[in-house]
């Protein structure tokens, strides 16, 4: 079985620049995740999809940060503009979204450098 | 707000040693913790999720051990190997199912 798949594995920018991040989750899991991860620490959810809605997405910078999960699948994270900030790892991940024993799945990442 | 500590930060141990990693956390209403590994430049792979009302879950090598009450959680490494080098990652899951990561601790097994 596939796992999440992410694209592009890296991107470098220059800020200012918009960005886009793609995920294709594990086929058949409804609940969809965006996590932020800086150097050293653990990831910081961004927003939650159950399906195509976005249930959390209270830690989503909404002046420049904007997701979409369209027929509830594939999903995509952009950044208009990106700031020096930004830089870090995007992961997403998956889940079937069945109570206390949901395991989440992660992808490799898309390493984001803004120069 | 929910709070994960994980300690020690780093650890270096020889093949062959048991090790304890530590976890702690400040709200014990939690659905589930989970411990996560990370390899350099890789995702996170799970490895063992504890659901609120168990105390224990083993995989192989792996231990891990919840105990709510006083918010903590520890992952028991059995015989370590230099493959069990990487990064260990402690998260809580409360009701809006929202992961909490802690900072990890990076565990290097020397041969």
């Known amino acids: 079985e596939a796992g999440v798949v992410q694209s592009p594995r890296y991107k470098i920018i220059e800020k200012k620049q918009p960005v886009a991040f793609w995920c294709n989750p594990i086929?058949?899991?409804?609940?969809l995740y965006w996590y932020l991860q800086n150097l050293g620490q653990g990831p910081e959810l961004l927003i939650r999809y159950e399906n195509e809605e976005a249930v959390d997405d209270s830690q989503l910078p909404k002046d420049r940060f904007s997701a979409e999960r369209l027929k509830g699948v594939d999903s995509t994270l952009k950044i208009q503009p990106a700031e020096l900030g930004d830089s870090a790892v995007y992961l997403c991940?998956?889940?079937?979204?069945?109570?206390?024993?949901?395991?989440?799945?992660f992808g490799p990442g898309t390493r984001l450098t803004v120069l | 707000k929910q709070e994960v500590t994980q300690i020690p930060a780093a650890l270096s141990v020889p093949e062959g040693e048991n090790l304890v990693l530590n976890c702690s956390f400040t709200?014990?209403?939690?659905?589930?913790l989970q411990w996560f590994r990370q390899d350099p430049g890789k995702g996170l792979t799970s490895l063992l999720l504890?659901?609120?009302?168990?105390r224990e879950q083993t995989s192989g090598r792996l231990n891990a051990s919840l105990d709510k009450s006083s918010g903590r959680s520890t992952l028991y490494i059995a015989a370590s190997q230099p493959g069990d080098s990487a990064t260990y990652l402690c998260a809580v899951s409360g009701s809006a199912r929202q992961l909490t990561f802690g900072s990890g601790t990076q565990l290097t097994v020397l041969p």
């Open positions: 991940a998956s889940s079937l979204g069945q109570g206390s024993a949901d395991t989440q799945y």
């Open positions: 086929s058949g899991h409804n609940t």
């Open positions: 709200d014990s209403a939690i659905y589930n």
């Open positions: 504890i659901q609120s009302s168990q």
